[in-house]
């Protein structure tokens, strides 16, 4: 995994640790590449959507358990590499 996404990964535990829920957007670069991420992501379980274009959210519920959510959050960022 590149460091940039290890660095991702790393900020969204610590989010999630220090409070009862998540909401992470992501802007990227390139709209098209953000456009192609919530089906790809749906294809494989996760749900996401894309705001102004370019930034994907991730939203889970308060109530996901741990051992759901990162599978789901390193889902996401795989898509950001492939």
Do not use: K, Q
Not at 11 to 17: D, E, F, G, K, T
């Amino acid at each position: 995994m590149p460091a940039i996404i290890e660095s991702l990964f790393t900020i969204l535990m610590a989010v999630y640790s220090g409070t009862s829920g998540l909401l992470v957007g992501l802007a990227l670069h390139d709209g098209e590449e953000a456009a192609s991420i919530p089906a790809r992501a749906l294809a494989r379980g996760v749900l996401v959507n894309v705001t102004a274009g370019r930034v994907i959210r991730f939203f889970p519920a308060l109530n996901i358990p741990e051992e759901e959510l990162w599978p789901a959050v390193e889902t996401v960022l795989a898509l950001l590499v492939e």
